[in-house]
């Protein structure tokens, strides 16, 4: 059965990284042990991922749908909530600790009036390496081989997280790949990843900047 569903779902492979396209519901229970798992999964905050969660469900069903995948990780994690969602993730099991991803180019706005959100929280769960600092600077840049995924990772602070929070050699797992990023910094840094996509244009994106020749940030 895993077998099955491992070979149908798989839509990339080099010696470094493996793409699967399908619901990471159905592909977690299978894989093998990984040293840890880095991801951006949606906020559900009016973002269109085609067939993945965007901002249509209630955030009662968006809860419940986060607990189901979250239940499934193994640990250590490390993923980006979004603002909106700390007090829910809260809620749903408090983590060891949240690091944080200070970006002074920002435009989104916070809660507290006219304010701009400075800062992205990264929560952390379970026993992973030791990580000499919990927060970094790095500010939003142009990436122009994202295609058209309406909020791809940045992948200058992504590969700062990558290098603090693991070793090379390590085999990082994303259950929300998107265009590709944790996959392709992981690989420009000499780790091995799994990526999980549900969405097919998204993974043949990723194959593409996987597939270069030339790895560049």
């Known amino acids: 059965m895993a077998c099955n569903i491992l070979e149908k779902s798989l839509y990339y492979k080099d010696e470094w ?11 977690l229970p299978e894989l093998a042990k990984v040293d840890l798992v880095l991801t951006d999964p949606p906020y559900n905050v009016d973002k269109d991922y085609g067939e993945q969660i965007d901002d249509s469900l209630s955030q009662e069903s968006y809860k419940n749908w986060c607990v189901e995948w979250f239940n499934l990780l193994p640990r250590p994690v490390y993923f980006t909530p979004g603002h909106f969602n700390l007090a829910m993730w809260f809620e749903i099991e408090a983590p060891k600790w949240v690091m944080a991803w200070f970006k002074d180019n920002q435009c989104s706005r916070t809660r507290l009036g006219s304010g701009f959100m400075l800062w992205e929280p990264i929560l952390v769960y379970g026993e992973g390496q030791k990580v000499n600092q919990d927060a970094f600077y790095e500010p939003i840049s142009i990436q122009s081989d994202t295609g058209n995924h309406p909020c791809p990772k940045n992948a200058k602070a992504w590969q700062k997280l990558i290098t603090l929070i693991s070793q090379p050699g390590n085999l990082i797992l994303d259950p929300f790949l998107g265009s590709g990023t944790t996959c392709y910094c992981a690989k420009k840094l000499n780790r091995r990843s799994i990526g999980i996509e549900i969405n097919e244009k998204y993974c043949e994106i990723a194959k593409k900047r996987l597939a270069q020749s030339v790895m560049v940030l």
Do not use: E, W
Request: glycine share 10%.
């Open 17 to 27: 990284a493996t793409i699967y396209c399908g619901d990471c519901r159905d592909i």
